[in-house]
């Protein structure tokens, strides 16, 4: 538990240092992962923020989750949703040694998706807003945990 509120502290903090630099890629990266849902937060009208497991929920894991990157700001994210897969959306692109940190948000300003992995653990947290602009949006926190795909040759 601790290591998930560090990770939600650890983006927060990236989120809020972004503000300033939206844009910050390092390094050319081509990295493709195997994921594994680990568990689920949700907080909507039926949930308040109540955590599920991966074994008590439909959702699947990622196959292929793929991010490239190229200096000085390219990122595209691939296989974790389709709303990410438009890379005109993002807004927030952050890539170093040591996480790739990523923030999308519609057109409305109603609707966002953000992410952040950390390269050398393997930890992916994705978030999902939806009705931001509502007395009431609603969260969807999923956590993954991620090794590199191996890539047949």
């Known amino acids: 538990m601790i290591k998930y509120f560090f990770y939600i502290s650890l983006s927060l903090l990236f989120f ?8 910050d890629i390092q390094e050319n990266v081509s990295l493709s992962f195997v994921c594994d849902l680990e568990k689920k937060i949700l907080k909507n009208s039926e949930y308040n923020y109540k955590t599920f ?13 793929n991010i490239e990157a190229k200096k ?4 595209l994210i ?3 949703s389709l709303f990410l897969s438009d890379t005109t ?4 692109k952050v890539v170093n040694k040591d996480v790739v940190l990523f923030k ?3 057109r ?12 050398k653990s393997g930890e992916l947290v994705h978030e ?3 009705n931001i602009k509502s007395e009431n949006p609603e969260k969807d926190i999923s956590f993954y945990s991620c090794r590199k795909r191996k890539e047949n040759v």
């Open 16 to 23: 809020n240092l972004s503000s300033a630099k939206d844009v």
């Open 53 to 65: 497991l991966a074994k008590d929920l439909d959702d699947k894991d990622l196959d292929k989750f």
């Open 72 to 75: 000085p700001e390219t990122l």
């Open 78 to 80: 691939n296989g974790l």
């Open 89 to 92: 959306k993002l807004n927030v």
């Open 104 to 106: 999308a948000i519609n």
């Open 108 to 119: 409305e300003k109603n609707y966002s998706e953000s992410g952040i992995i950390n390269r």
């Open 128 to 130: 999902i807003t939806k």
